[in-house]
């Protein structure tokens, strides 16, 4: 039985659906053994600087950005993902409430309030479709160029002693610890005021070649610093809400020759202090996804070499690799296919060493759907999975829900009770034969669900089972017909 795939339409609010004045249907509880949903991270980056996924243009209506991002998410719920990375600070400004840093201009021109909280807004609306939202933060990079428009009590402004240029674009200098404060408070700021799944960095730590940030450091002081800085960002993050995901992008390649006969132009652990695989080892990340842009087979920068590398690293903690849909039938790569893509998720699948993952760069690629990409992401994903627990920062499982269902010709509702410890997130499951599919992930706040009929099919049953904050799936209740 094929899951037929449903618009965003079908979760929160708007699954309502009055039932027909036809017989219902009778659905009666069930002891049956569910297995539970698969774990794989399924995650989508949404850039907000110079205006690359979201919004489309600086200076669109509160209602425009918002219907963008409204169809963003539909997108992704629609493809099965299961998470996504919103950039809500690119240049030491915020797409969010904040008493820290000014509006971005990005969103509706520097220091420009919208009229409403996007963060807020892109929260709820992910967890209304059962997706994640991870907050993405560019840690250290204060403007894009030196005509860059702020606004006002930008640090560039207010701390102009910690500011430094690098080639074009100005930055935080790390070596600064007033620098290191400040990015940290902003980062505690966003996690206790927002019930955001992930905090997540990308690797604009210092700058790409041929820039220089001249500030008399060595290679190995400036290591120190952002090494200090990333363990004391997870520390923090966990202290106020352990269940929060702090996951960092790093370039793919940690340093030429790893592994052997890997070649790159750029050195990340020399030129931008970037040492991602002592952060993998020490567990100060809780996922890593490197930016694995390359195709399968070219020997210098090979993706499933690199991939096997990095999860070699550090066995326990996911390596979720950043995948490049952004370079199907590019300037960049003209001829490379979207079945490329296909081939990278199944490579990730295989060489994973804990539960497997795929970060795809970048949504609008996706929305485009690029040489038809989404057709190869929908047979692949052909049915929702839960982002992979965190043992190692909660490991207590949610009670298990009483759930009773009843239904006509038309629709089936279900309704549960939770019990025991709550749940962040709701699993929706169905039994086709022997086989049990995981059809939706719904947010712990909803305790109700109308699903029409033609989308669940024949289903001889449903079970509802809570997800933790950790990502610990609890034991399912089951109806049968």
Request: with cysteine; charged share 20%; proline share 9%.
């Amino acid at each position: 039985m094929k899951i037929r795939s449903i618009s965003g339409k079908i979760y929160g609010t708007a699954l309502s659906l009055l039932l027909a004045a036809t017989p219902l249907l009778a659905w009666q509880p069930s002891r049956e053994n569910v297995p539970p949903p698969r774990q794989e991270f399924r995650a989508a980056w949404v850039a907000t600087v110079h205006n690359l996924d979201w919004p489309s243009r600086s200076g669109l209506s509160a209602a425009a950005q918002q219907a963008e991002l409204i169809r963003i998410l539909n997108t992704c719920a629609q493809l099965r993902l299961n998470a996504v990375f919103l950039q809500i600070r690119p240049n030491s400004d915020a797409l969010y409430r904040s008493s820290l840093e000014p509006w971005s201009q990005w969103l509706s021109g520097p220091g420009v309030n919208p009229g409403y909280d996007p963060l807020a807004f892109a929260t709820a609306q992910a967890h209304i479709r059962g997706l994640e939202l991870h907050a993405w933060i560019n840690p250290f990079r204060a403007k894009a160029n030196k005509n860059h428009s702020v606004g006002r009590g930008h640090i560039s402004l207010s701390h102009p002693e910690i500011i430094k240029p690098a080639g074009s674009v100005l930055m935080l200098d790390p070596g600064i610890s007033r620098s290191r404060s400040h990015v940290l408070s902003v980062v505690e700021d966003i996690v206790k005021r927002y019930d955001i799944d992930g905090i997540h960095l990308d690797d604009y730590f210092y700058p790409y070649p041929p820039a220089v940030l001249r500030d008399g450091k060595s290679n190995s002081q400036r290591r120190d610093y952002i090494n200090s800085f990333v363990s004391d960002m997870y520390d923090m993050v966990k202290s106020a809400k352990p269940w929060v995901r702090v996951g960092i992008s790093p370039f793919g390649i940690w340093r030429p020759g790893n592994p052997s006969g890997i070649e790159a132009g750029v050195d990340a652990y020399e030129n931008l202090a970037c040492d991602a695989r002592k952060w993998l080892r020490k567990g100060w990340v809780d996922y890593l996804a490197p930016q694995l842009y390359w195709r399968c087979e070219p020997a210098k920068q090979s993706f499933p070499a690199l991939m096997q590398w990095w999860a070699a690293q550090n066995p326990s903690r996911p390596v979720w690799p950043g995948i490049a849909t952004a370079r199907i039938k590019s300037s960049e790569d003209p001829g490379r296919p979207a079945s490329e893509i296909a081939r990278q998720i199944q490579y990730s699948r295989s060489l994973a060493r804990t539960a497997p993952g795929q970060c795809f760069w970048s949504i609008r690629s996706i929305l485009q759907n690029k040489d038809g990409i989404q057709k190869h992401i929908r047979a692949l994903y052909p049915d929702a999975a839960i982002p992979p627990a965190m043992p190692w920062s909660g490991s207590a499982e949610p009670g298990q829900p009483n759930l009773s269902a009843t239904g006509n010709s038309s629709v089936t509702s279900l309704t549960w009770t939770p019990s025991g410890r709550p749940a962040r997130k709701w699993a929706i499951q169905a039994r086709y034969g022997s086989q049990w599919r995981t059809l939706c992930l719904l947010p712990g706040n909803q305790t109700k669900l109308t699903l029409p009929n033609s989308f669940i099919g024949n289903a001889a049953s449903l079970a509802v089972r809570g997800i933790s904050p950790y990502g610990v799936p609890g034991p399912a209740a089951s109806v049968m017909r």
